[in-house]
């Protein structure tokens, strides 16, 4: 099983700039996927981005990259040229047992105009 | 692409009555998750289902029951209900395995008066 910690309650940025939010993990494992989620005001939980430890680069989708530093075991997601619509909860679950992700307290991320 | 579809989208209901929700998976998606987000807090695991069979089981009351049916639907029956059921209900969907992201649905906001 993992522990991940997202170390970030909120974070700001200002519309069109990247930024960075945390997420370190602690496992044993040898084979283990990191996961991101991003959950607007709205309330539905949409998936981001996937990373799997075996992965030789790291993963990116649109404005969304990992910055994948397996021996930090960090994965931190980096969101590129921000929008308004950034601006939500996002989540970096500990899968533990498959799927049955374990929620932290997450990075608010407000994204000013 | 169909997603996962939840209904009802909102309940309204009153202490001590019954409630089920509902969750369509992905077509193919061979496991269900149910998740409960309580107002300003992490979404919490409440059980799991793969290919019928519940999975795993995580804080879920006692007063709660789930099953999957045989085409793949699951739902989740709440009696009994409380104040403190008031919350965001998650259904996800994904295919078996440690590193498949699991898409969530839009939600169903349970609200008991």
């Known amino acids: 099983a993992q522990k991940i910690t997202q170390t970030q309650p909120g974070m700001f940025v200002q519309e069109k700039e990247a930024v960075t939010l945390d997420c370190t993990y602690d496992t044993s494992d040898p084979s283990y996927g990191l996961f991101w989620y991003k959950q607007p005001s709205s309330g539905e939980m949409i998936f981001l981005i996937y990373?799997?430890?075996?992965?030789?680069q790291n993963a990116t989708e649109g404005r969304y990259s990992l910055n994948f530093q397996k021996a930090r075991k960090s994965a931190n997601l980096v969101i590129s040229a921000s929008q308004l619509g950034d601006s939500a909860m996002y989540f970096c679950p500990d899968p533990a047992e498959g799927q049955n992700f374990v929620f932290g307290p997450g990075t608010r991320l407000s994204v000013l105009p | 692409a169909a997603g996962v579809i939840q209904s009802p989208r909102h309940l309204i209901k009153e202490k001590r009555e019954t409630a089920t929700l509902k969750c369509y998976p992905i077509p193919r998606h061979d496991t269900v998750y149910w998740y409960q987000q309580g107002p300003g807090q992490d979404p919490q695991f409440l059980i799991s289902?793969?290919?019928?069979?519940?999975?795993d089981k995580g804080s879920i009351p006692d007063r709660f029951s789930a099953q999957q049916f045989s085409d793949y639907h699951s739902e989740l029956n709440m009696s009994s209900l409380e104040l403190g059921d008031s919350a965001l209900y998650f259904c996800?969907?994904?295919?078996?395995?440690?590193?498949?992201?699991?898409?969530f649905g839009q939600g169903t906001r349970l609200t008991v008066v």
């Open positions: 990373q799997g430890s075996y992965d030789q």
């Open positions: 996800a969907s994904s295919l078996r395995g440690m590193n498949t992201e699991a898409f």
């Open positions: 289902f793969y290919e019928k069979m519940q999975s």
